[in-house]
T-cell receptor, first 118, second 113 residues
Framework: AQTVTQSQPEMSVQEAETVTLSCTYDTSESNYYLFWYKQPPSRQMILVIRQEAYKQQNATENRFSVNFQKAAKSFSLKISDSQLGDTAMYFCAFTQGRNAGNNRKLIWGLGTSLAVNP | KAGVTQTPRYLIKTRGQQVTLSCSPISGHRSVSWYQQTPGQGLQFLFEYFSETQRNKGNFPGRFSGRQFSNSRSEMNVSTLELGDSALYLC????????????FGEGSRLTVL
């Protein structure tokens, strides 16, 4: 079964500090894409960062970076210099298969609720 | 560019009724996906439409259906509502230029009494 596990239902961090959110996934496919999405309170879900499984280099987007460990099927998200606006639910997700790049059927974790405290 | 628009934002129905939810994608986006979000199950894929054709379908009963119009607007319908259908229904549009990036609407929150 294809699954995504986010083992930390809730986390908190002080403003300006660094926090890491964990994600593990299970798939037998070799071609897949991994994503972190963010859902702020009462606002739309938005893409934070994506990683293609065949790329060794970890993706980065400004203060957001990932630690992709393919053999361990681990895909953690690091948020540096946390800001109050980072308070949100964070979801780890992936698509897979031959057409993974155009596959809109994402498999999602249950999310980690992150609170950034002033 | 206007974002993804979902209507209605909130609705309350009773068991046995049916409901239709609407989604207007970002201009130029031809793919529309629907997800059900609940606290216990998280986000679960319902279906995706591209150019008026259903491309992919999740594991939901036949009571859940959808369609897409020539202007890419999409609707989903749930018939014979059950209490367990209470959820936030999210619509996401996308183009095929950026892999995997879904643009979500604010959702339609359905409560079934």
């Amino acid at each position: 079964a294809q699954t995504v596990t986010q083992s930390q239902p809730e986390m908190s961090v002080q403003e300006a500090e660094t926090v890491t959110l964990s994600c593990t996934y299970d798939t037998s496919e070799s071609n897949y894409y991994l994503f972190w999405y963010k859902q702020p309170p009462s606002r739309q879900m938005i893409l934070v960062i994506r990683q293609e499984a065949y790329k060794q280099q970890n993706a980065t987007e400004n203060r957001f970076s990932v630690n992709f460990q393919k053999a361990a099927k681990s895909f953690s998200l690091k948020i540096s210099d946390s800001q109050l606006g980072d308070t949100a639910m964070y979801f780890c997700a992936f698509t897979q298969g031959r057409n993974a790049g155009n596959n809109r059927k994402l498999i999602w974790g249950l999310g980690t609720s992150l609170a950034v405290n002033p | 560019k206007a974002g993804v628009t979902q209507t209605p934002r909130y609705l309350i129905k009773t068991r046995g009724q049916q409901v239709t939810l609407s989604c207007s994608p970002i201009s130029g986006h031809r793919s529309v996906s629907w997800y059900q979000q609940t606290p216990g199950q998280g986000l679960q894929f319902l279906f995706e439409y591209f150019s008026e054709t259903q491309r992919n379908k999740g594991n939901f009963p036949g009571r859940f259906s959808g369609r897409q119009f020539s202007n890419s607007r999409s609707e989903m319908n749930v018939s014979t509502l059950e209490l367990g259908d209470s959820a936030l229904y999210l619509c996401a549009s996308s183009s095929y230029g950026r892999t995997g990036e879904l643009f979500f609407g604010e959702g339609s929150r359905l409560t079934v009494l």
